[in-house]
């Protein structure tokens, strides 16, 4: 009875929820090493009480459902040790974990990275696993819950459903066999690569190192020549003008041309589309006018013009050369069943499906093989039904081409080729001009030269499947990748271009832009990305906060870029990941609170683990670039597998001393001048009352930010000189930094207009401000919605000990509040610091900069806290305009 109402219980508890899925393509905050993640927040409802040993049968329904988890070794480190979990009883976040990677498994997509941990909030949960196709690990995330939830209330579930499903997703989503093995060899060789659309087209190294591959067409291969070989009856010309052996043919249109054809030739014939591939639409050893009709309007789906040629009786062979050199050759065998005399056609094509090897599309070695319009012509044609038992040793094809794809095989056959057959294919390969290239060949044998054994040159096909030669039914797999990659990247040349990552809180989108300056100096074609946009060697591409993933992404994309520049900002790298999954070099410029509270991330050292990413993807004989000054970048240190570079403000900073004492590489500020220390040695770069950034010293924050740039600089082996050139002629403006304390000289007053949005900027900008000569000082200001209480009265207190009078404006985004509710916190912080303070609200942002300008005291210094900046840029410089006289109104 008790039993009974326990299980009532269960069967009534509220559905788990999913708050949220997000797909990781990079470095990220759960793993820097495994790149493609699904992040889930699920939240466990009532689950959160009630762990797997308090669910009545739970574990042998599980067990029943799932056996194939026993090989879960989990945290027990044996086989069943999930299993273990289970019976003692564990949270079901983690049983979710396992039930998806599994299900994946099941589907033939092997993965076996998994984490659970709890959030910030009581009952939900991180669930985090790897993938192999985003899809396909979005899908498995819902069904893994569905999965749960149905074991947790004794619900029948069709898992093989999903499995199917799964399966579906993979083939429709993943590269195919042969694009994917190139990309395979790319990464064993570290070569970079970015998938540019949703089917075969991949992109090969960054910039202008970059090359790209379709299917097995690569960036070097011909168009001319792959055109030709898709005119079958071109190809046949110029290979016939050469003395290769090739089947008397002729293209025909129409029936009266078929029939003059057929004439002319003689039976048997075979009839393909000029333009086919893959089989698609042959016809082959056709002996009747009946079949020679039937083939005609066969091809004739794929093409208007059929070529008609003579039958070559023999073995179908396909030879892969590459790079004009032969690779490899296969003897393919269509999909066939062998009789016994007592099993049906449909029963003897079942048998042969139950083979371990074969699967659905790609998955395994070999396909399964389906009954089509191909099988059944075959059927009609010899008088017999699947429901025909064939008679014991015969052997019946049941599809008209050798395609793995149709179900089926090849045998290597690669050793075993004549030399002299091996110089005809690559002679063929240089007449077609096609630097991959599929060759089929009709012959009794290979290891004789094809001139003498009758056999012929069929075919020459561009973009030739690999499958056969990678994972042949019988004799050695051959890597063809790996003669691709050999082509397109040579002994000596390089896939890459140098990437320098910035991250940190405050600074990083000026030190982007200077560190590209520097670089575009010295000569460089460069692509950056910044919290303002994308740039291509300094012309604006895209608008925006472009600091994620896609925009990592565009610049690496660009041809003509020759060196990254990428600004790496907390909420890609919690979105999605990195762009990218190496750097040269990592510059962090600093932690400070700001966005707490956000996708999980509630302390500063958490916060510091997020912006610590891109430190752990810098290659060993990179650097990362840490400001000394602030302990939780110093000690990003410990977790990096580089080399390691220290920045401060201070020529005393005992971990610069520290790290100098042995050798080590750093920048200081020291007597006036930013200074290299390469151990005990000081290079004197500048002084920095001449490096227009700091305003004449006045902002030290920007002081920093040149120093981890010149540092940069410096690891890159850039000339003192050039470096020197670039900070004298790095002048902040408008146009070259905007947003970052962009002034504005009036006849009777000054405007400063900047994005800091934290309480940290708003510090930083505080050490300038106060060091400005001004009767009167005034700040636009406003809070931002999604951040803490605490965050936004600690930004009004801020202000208060800046700023005479404060006008506070609001974002055009409220981010989840009201526009009251941030006015009222920011007030509380003012009020704590000053209550008499002088405060105006204008919530427009427009509106409060028309009010200030237009109210300006004599001589006062106005502050424009802005986070539409080229909207306020373009309302300041238009006053300026009108005051100049450039503008009449």
């Known amino acids: 009875m008790t039993l009974e109402l326990i299980f009532i219980t269960f069967s009534q508890i509220e559905a788990m929820k999913i708050l949220d899925i997000k797909v990781m393509n990079g470095p990220n905050y759960w793993s820097a090493r495994r790149h493609k993640l699904i992040v889930m927040l699920l939240d466990l409802e ?73 959030s910030d909030h009581k009952g939900v949960y991180h669930v985090v696993f790897s993938y192999h196709e985003a899809k396909a690990g979005t899908y498995t995330a819902k069904a893994a819950v569905q999965i749960a939830e149905a074991l947790i209330n004794n619900e029948p579930y069709d898992l093989e459903a999903h499995i199917q499903e799964l399966r579906e997703i993979r083939e429709e989503e993943r590269l195919g066999p042969s694009t994917g093995s190139i990309v395979e060899e790319a990464i064993r060789r570290k070569i970079p690569y970015i998938r540019l ?21 690569a960036s070097t291969t011909s168009s001319i020549a792959v055109e030709i070989a898709c005119d079958k009856e071109e190809t046949k010309n110029l290979l016939e003008a050469s003395e290769i052996p090739v089947p008397r043919g002729k293209i025909v249109y129409d029936e009266t041309e078929l029939k003059e054809a057929i004439n002319k030739i003689g039976y048997p014939v075979v009839t393909k589309p000029i333009n086919g591939n893959h089989g698609k639409g042959a016809t082959t050893n056709i002996r009747t006018w009946e079949e020679a009709v039937e083939a005609l309007q066969a091809a004739k789906k794929y093409a208007k013009a059929v070529i008609c040629e003579k039958f070559i009786t023999g073995r179908d062979f396909r030879v892969l050369v590459i790079n004009y050199k032969f690779v490899a050759a296969a003897l393919r065998t269509p999909a066939a069943v062998k009789g016994d005399g007592k099993h049906t056609i449909q029963e003897l094509i079942d048998i042969v499906n139950q083979d371990p090897r074969r699967g659905y599309g790609h998955e395994k070695v070999l396909t399964s093989i389906k009954v089509d319009d191909f099988t059944n012509n075959i059927l009609i044609k010899k008088e017999y039904t699947l429901k025909t038992v064939l008679p014991k040793g015969e052997e019946l094809w049941l599809k008209p081409t050798a395609n793995l794809s149709t179900g089926g095989t090849a045998t290597d056959v690669t050793d075993f080729v004549h030399p002299s057959n091996v110089f005809m294919c690559e002679r063929i390969a240089r007449i077609i001009g096609l630097d991959i290239c599929g060759i089929d060949i009709m012959a009794d044998d290979l290891s004789v030269p094809i001139t003498e054994n009758g056999g012929a040159v069929l075919e020459v096909n561009a973009a030739p ?96 870029v020759d060196f990254a520049v990428l600004e790496c900002a907390r909420g890609g790298i919690l979105r999605a990941g990195l762009g990218f999954h190496h750097c040269d070099i990592a510059v962090v410029t600093n932690v400070a609170e700001d966005h707490l509270g956000l996708q999980g991330i509630d302390t500063i050292e958490k916060l510091a683990k997020v912006k610590a990413v891109a430190t752990q993807t810098v290659w060993p004989d990179g650097y990362v670039v840490l400001n000394a000054d602030d302990e939780l970048v110093y000690n990003m240190h410990k977790d990096v597998n580089c080399k390691i570079a220290f920045f401060s403000l201070h020529e005393d900073n005992k971990h610069i001393k520290e790290h100098c004492a042995t050798g080590g590489l750093a920048a200081v500020y020291e007597n006036g001048f930013v200074t290299i220390l390469k151990g005990s040695w000081k290079i004197r770069i500048e002084k920095v009352t001449n490096i227009p950034l700091t305003f004449s010293g006045k902002a030290e924050f920007n002081i920093a930010n040149v120093l981890a740039a010149t540092l ?134 427009s509106e409060a900069i028309d009010y200030a300008i237009t109210n300006a005291q004599k001589d006062s210094f106005i502050v424009i806290i802005s986070d539409v900046v080229p909207d306020a840029l373009e309302q300041v410089k238009r006053y300026k305009d009108i005051e100049d006289g450039a503008i009449i109104i």
């Not at 689950?47 to 988890?69: A, C, H, N, Q, V």
């Not at 999930?82 to 019976?87: A, C, G, L, M, S």
């Not at 000569?523 to 990305?529: A, H, I």
């Not at 509040?817 to 912080?829: K, M, V, W």
């Open 465 to 560: 499947g690999f499958r056969m030669h990678l994972d042949p039914t019988e004799g050695l797999p051959r890597n063809v990748a790996e003669p691709v990659i050999d082509m397109l990247y040579p002994p000596g040349t390089s896939a890459r271009i140098p990437i320098i990552a910035i991250s940190g809180t405050n600074g990083k989108t000026t030190t982007t832009r200077l560190i590209a300056h520097i670089v575009k100096q010295v000569g460089y074609k460069v692509g950056y990305t910044t919290t303002d946009g994308v740039y291509i060697q300094n012309q604006l591409m895209v608008r925006g906060d472009c600091t994620g993933p896609i925009s990592a992404e565009f610049v690496l994309r660009d041809p003509t």
């Open 46 to 118: 009532e689950m959160e009480e009630r762990p797997t040993d308090k669910i009545p049968g739970f574990y042998e329904r599980l067990t029943t459902l799932m056996p194939s988890l026993y090989e879960h070794r989990c945290s027990e480190g044996v086989p069943g040790g999930f299993f273990t979990r289970v019976k003692d009883g564990t949270w079901m976040g983690h049983v979710i974990e396992h039930i998806a990677l599994e299900l994946q498994t099941l589907a033939g997509m092997e993965t076996g990275f998994g984490r659970t941990r709890e």
């Open 197 to 217: 659309n949703r089917r075969s087209l991949v992109q090969l190294g960054y910039g202008i190192n970059q090359h790209r591959v379709q299917a097995t067409v």
């Open 712 to 845: 940069t600089a410096y690891i890159r082996d850039f000339k003192t000189e050039d470096i020197r050139q670039s900070l004298q002629t790095f002048v902040p403006s408008p146009a070259l930094t905007p947003g970052r304390m962009n002034m504005f000289q009036f006849k009777n007053f000054s405007v400063m207009l900047d994005y800091a949005h934290n309480t940290h900027g708003i510090q930083a900008i505080g050490k300038f401000v106060n060091a400005v000569d001004a009767p009167l000082k005034v700040g636009i200001i406003a809070g931002v919605g999604d951040r803490r209480d605490e965050d936004i009265i600690s930004l009004g207190e801020e202000s208060a000990k800046i700023f005479d009078e404060i006008i506070i404006r609001q974002d055009k985004n409220l981010r989840g509040r009201t526009e009251q509710e941030i006015i009222d916190l920011i007030t509380e912080g003012i009020k704590r610091v000053d209550i008499q303070k002088k405060i105006d609200v204008i919530r427009k942002e």
